[in-house]
């Protein structure tokens, strides 16, 4: 009883921020991803017969008490489906530079969810194992899928119907992603954290929900007629609302720091040349910064250039759920 999949990551253009049900991870708002093609974990799932209990090998090292329970419990709820009692072995190894701002949840426990649910031999349909894989990691509900992937929240308590579904599949549409490291320090307030407290405290907060389908909307007909300029204006736009919404919070808090500025006026200025390129930040003090792969290397080079930035590292659209 052994399967090993392997699922890439993959960055949000439309951001979800702030979950209606924290347990469930079912998100205030819909969002809209591109699953990248370089960063990836690979994870093996076997259930034993004569395990007194359940282990966990990230990387080739025994994980911490921490990262083991999440991972034990959420193998609860497959074990769960099964109907089995049955232990296991999970061995994960991890290819997401964290440090690059690439979140590890999304592609560690999709590759998860469809090892355990292969091993078990539960036939799940892409949508079934979407909803699965959200109840680990929300953002991981859209690494199942390749290419250009929309996670509707759904409306139902249960959570059955906020799931994920391709847009487009990645051979069809081929655009880069470069992930740009800049200077900075530990972020003080974590992802969760800040989506919790601008939920709850910040009157900017009402005019994200009220934006969003509009957001959704730009975005699913760029990506459908392979409109780059229409769709960078619009995730442009969307983080940067994302984060003006954290400046209304109590006590308010921001990730920017000074080389996320200097990589910001850069894309502005390369624009200002004459070449499509536009930006997007997550919760964190890193960019990504999206352009057409005739450009990649003009804007590689510029970026390079900055004395906040550290490392550059280039993706283009990547596959769904492979099994090994």
Not at 245 to 257: E, I, R
Request: proline share 3%.
């Amino acid at each position: 009883m052994k399967a090993t999949a392997k699922a890439n990551t993959n960055i949000a253009l439309i951001k979800y921020w702030g979950k209606r049900d924290e347990k469930l991870f079912l998100p205030m708002n819909g969002s809209i991803s591109i699953t990248l093609d370089r960063f990836y974990t690979i994870t093996a799932v076997e259930f034993k017969r004569d395990l007194q209990k359940d282990v966990f090998l990230l990387n080739n090292q025994l994980s911490s008490e921490a990262e083991g329970q999440k991972v034990f419990r959420f193998l609860d709820i497959i074990r769960e489906l099964s109907g089995t009692d049955l232990n296991a072995v999970i061995t994960s190894e991890n290819r997401v530079p964290t440090a690059a701002g690439f979140a590890s949840s999304a592609s560690g426990f999709a590759a998860l969810s469809a090892a355990a649910a292969k091993a078990l031999n539960l036939e799940l349909s892409e949508k079934e194992l979407s909803a699965l894989a959200r109840r680990g990691s929300g953002s991981a509900c859209r690494s199942i899928y390749g290419g250009y992937v929309e996670w509707q929240k759904g409306e139902r308590a249960d959570g059955k119907d906020s799931v994920a579904h391709q847009l487009l599949p990645e051979d069809r549409w081929n655009i880069s992603i470069l992930s740009v490291m800049v200077a900075s320090k530990q972020k003080k307030i974590s992802s969760r954290e800040g989506m919790k407290r601008t939920v709850e405290t910040s009157p900017f907060y009402t005019g994200w929900l009220q934006t969003i389908d509009t957001d959704l909307q730009k975005a699913r007909e760029a990506i459908i007629s392979k409109d780059f300029e229409k769709l960078g204006r619009v995730v442009e736009a969307n983080a940067l609302k994302m984060h003006a919404t954290m400046l209304g919070a109590t006590p308010p808090f921001f990730y920017w720091q000074s080389g996320t500025m200097e990589v910001m006026e850069q894309v502005q200025n390369l624009r200002e040349d004459g070449i499509p390129v536009y930006f997007t930040i997550d919760a964190g003090a890193n960019v990504k910064v999206l352009c057409l792969p005739e450009d990649e290397q003009k804007v590689y080079e510029a970026l390079l250039t900055l004395p906040s930035v550290k490392e550059v590292i280039t993706c283009h659209p990547g596959a769904g759920i492979t099994y090994l």
